[in-house]
T-cell receptor, first 115, second 106 residues
Framework: DSGVTQTPKHLITATGQRVTLRCSPR?????VYWYQQSLDQGLQFLIQYYNGEERAKGNILERFSAQQFPDLHSELNLSSLELGDSALYFC??????????????FGPGTRLTVL | KNEVEQSPQNLTAQEGEFITINCSYS?????LHWLQQHPGGGIVSLFM???GKKKHGRLIATINIQEKHSSLHITASHPRDSAVYIC????????FGAGTRLTVKP
């Protein structure tokens, strides 16, 4: 158990819908990262937050957005869902900013299926 | 060409064999990670390296910054080592290799 929690574990929805994925980092960790793992693209970095502020952006679509709240939990919002958004979405947390050589701890993931 | 290349893509070994998985990258990095993903999907961070060598139990990870290459070794492999091993590098964000699927047969 990494100490990172993600809810829900599984999510099945229809095209065009909007969903919210939730992540609670390990106690004391200030950085939260979101990753997408699809069958054809593998693991991809989406976005990073540090202590409530966006710090780095990767291959995140405009239909996706995220935020980190004062209690440090984070939410990833996916809207206008398409079939290709079906994937495993991982959250990870670390103590500090990337570049300060912090190990990342991964949550169990949310499996999103868009029908 | 991908920024992070792993080899082999798939590897089957007999229990007890010594395993090596390779990772080559083409970008400047501040750190390299080896991750393990089990069939259930969960990801565990095995190592984070910025230089030299690290050992944890039967796992050894090495990195050569000049050659932009890292290896993950598993000594005395066991069926429970069966998983996908993923190399990831960190210039600023995290960039992932495609993974090596390891199957260890009893």
């Amino acid at each position: 158990d990494s100490g990172v929690t993600q809810t829900p574990k599984h999510l099945i929805t229809a095209t065009g819908q909007r969903v919210t994925l939730r992540c609670s980092p390990r106690s004391g960790d200030l950085s939260v990262y979101w990753y997408q793992q699809s069958l054809d693209q593998g693991l991809q970095f989406l976005i990073q937050y540090y202590n409530g502020e966006e710090r780095a952006k990767g291959n995140i679509l405009e239909r996706f957005s995220a935020q980190q709240f004062p209690d440090l939990h984070s939410e990833l919002n996916l809207s206008s869902l398409e079939l290709g958004d079906s994937a495993l979405y991982f959250c990870a947390s670390s103590v500090g900013l990337a570049g300060t050589y912090n190990e990342q701890f991964f949550g169990p993931g949310t499996r999103l299926t868009v029908l | 060409k991908n920024e992070v290349e792993q080899s082999p893509q798939n590897l089957t070994a007999q229990e007890g064999e010594f395993i090596t998985i390779n990772c080559s990258y083409s970008v400047g990095i501040s750190a390299l990670h080896w991750l393990q993903q089990h069939p259930g999907g969960g990801i565990v961070s095995l190592f984070m390296l910025s230089s030299g060598k690290k050992k944890h139990g039967r796992l050894i990870a090495t990195i050569n910054i000049q050659e932009k290459h890292s290896s993950l070794h598993i000594t005395a492999s066991h069926p429970r080592d069966s998983a996908v091993y993923i190399c990831a590098v960190r210039p600023n964000d995290m960039r992932f290799g495609a993974g090596t699927r390891l199957t260890v047969k009893p």
